[in-house]
């Protein structure tokens, strides 16, 4: 059994944790898993499952109680994301609304828009996206586009988003924009927007190599008025916010590649067992002996890694250089383990039915998005060489101070 080979994990041990885990699984297997199939086929998931996970405390678990949270610290939403993760559930985005959007609020927002919308978030009646990517540009988020500018009690907001989790079903997101635009002091702000205002368009969801039940779509912005009370943090640090709460976001990805690694070993495990050729168990080979006992020592070494940094977040402790280790490596590792696994279903490894060919093709975007793995390696090597950037920062800006 895999459970009694990998070390007992001491951040998921409290009975408050073993009962949550027990209410997800029921969760998960009872309400979620049952629906996959039809979300797969409508490209989305259901609004009454975003409504029943509210219900359950099991949106922003740990925001605090007097906005509608579960007043939980960071370990029980980071068990919930293992837990969709081990079953392969990548179709409601609650870990993006829960674990990125509402923290964004709760640390940068104003009491007006804390009591605006978190306790909404907590209920799943409104549900939530991030807006950062545009069709130019994605991993250099200083180059975005989309522009809003000052108008005195309101912005005006033109551009546009894509690949935005949650778009098409989102209420709300937050949006990141050029205030000052075409000015030397151009700078990044976060907004609040609303999707039902004036302007405000969703692209359809886009068709996915995996995902298939999670809605990813474009947001288009033509002359949206956003009133200045919408605008997130101050003007001009949205850079610097998306930065720091970027870790967060890639935590959320190495947690989630420890569930589907699990889940795709636990599912493998099973199979080879009862599967037979030569008159033998799939797992009566060395082969696939050797394989399953790699991938385990792979999955127990990026666990306990991962678990320290879980640990590290829930006390506000954890750097960005080991938020960027952890989730390249583990959706790398993840990657690796669900195509092993899969080799080992033979032909029905293949076939959408089966738990492993959708953990497949679901797992394939851990290493794009959230910053890609290449970009992860760029943040640990800014640390390798930290006074070498600083040098090189400065001698860039005496320059555009002489042009
Ligand atoms: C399913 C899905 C959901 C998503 N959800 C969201 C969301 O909710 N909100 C949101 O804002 N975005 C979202 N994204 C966007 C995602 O974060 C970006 O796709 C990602 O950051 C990469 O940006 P890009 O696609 O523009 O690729 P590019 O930036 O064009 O990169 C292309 C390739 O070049 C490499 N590259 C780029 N720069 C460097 C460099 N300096 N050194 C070495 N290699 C480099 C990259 O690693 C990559 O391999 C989502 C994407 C997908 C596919």
New binding site residues.
């Given amino acids: 059994m895999l459970q009694d080979v990998l070390i007992k994990r001491e951040i998921y041990a409290s009975e408050e944790h073993q009962m949550m885990q027990q209410m997800i699984r029921d969760f998960i297997k009872n309400e979620v898993a049952p629906q996959m199939e039809q979300w797969e086929k409508d490209g989305m998931v259901s609004r009454a499952i975003w409504e029943r996970a509210g219900e359950l405390g099991l949106l922003c678990i740990d925001m605090p109680e007097a906005y509608g949270g579960a007043g939980l610290d960071f370990s029980f939403s980071a068990l919930f994301m293992e837990e969709l993760g081990r079953k392969g559930i990548s179709g409601p985005g609650f870990s993006?609304h829960s674990d990125i959007v509402a923290p964004y609020i709760l640390k940068y927002g104003t009491e007006a828009q804390k009591k605006k919308y978190l306790p909404l978030m907590a209920t799943g009646e409104m549900i939530t996206?991030?807006?950062?990517?545009e069709p130019d540009?994605?991993?250099?988020l200083q180059a975005l586009r989309t522009t809003a500018v000052d108008k005195g009690d309101h912005y005006l907001v033109n551009g546009q988003?894509?690949?935005?989790?949650?778009?098409y079903m989102s209420d709300m997101s937050i949006v990141a924009v050029k205030t000052n635009p075409g000015t030397p002091q151009e700078g990044i702000s976060l907004l609040i927007m609303e999707s039902a205002w004036d302007g405000f368009e969703k692209g359809v969801p886009f068709k996915?190599i995996g995902?298939k039940a999670?809605d990813?779509c474009e947001l288009f912005f033509d002359d949206v008025k956003v009133p200045k009370e919408n605008l997130l943090g101050q003007e001009g640090m949205g850079f610097k916010m998306m930065m720091t709460e970027l870790a967060r976001e890639r935590m959320s990805v190495a947690i989630s590649a420890i569930g589907g690694a699990k889940g795709a070993l636990e599912d493998t495990i099973e199979y080879t067992t009862t599967r037979r050729a030569f008159k033998s168990p799939i797992a009566g080979f060395q082969n696939t002996q050797f394989k399953l006992a790699e991938c385990a020592t792979q999955l127990q070494i990026h666990q306990t890694f991962v678990d320290r940094c879980v640990a590290l977040l829930a006390e506000h402790k954890l750097t960005p250089e080991s938020a960027s280790m952890a989730k390249y490596s583990a959706s790398d590792m993840h990657g690796k383990v669900v195509d092993e696994c899969l080799q080992l279903f033979g032909g029905y490894g293949y076939m959408w039915e089966y738990p492993i060919a959708r953990m497949y093709a679901d797992n394939r975007?851990a290493r794009?998005?959230?910053?890609?793995?290449?970009?992860m390696k760029?943040l640990i090597a800014r640390g390798l060489f930290k006074e070498m950037f600083q040098e090189m920062k400065a001698r860039a800006k005496q320059k555009m101070q002489k042009a």
């Avoid at 996206?129 to 990517?133: D, E, F, K, R, Y």
């Avoid at 794009?368 to 970009?375: F, H, L, P, S, V």
């Fill in positions: 993006l996206a991030i807006g950062m990517t540009c994605g991993s250099d988003k894509t690949f935005i989790t949650n778009g996915k995902m999670q990813t975007v794009i998005y959230a910053g890609t793995n290449e970009i760029l």
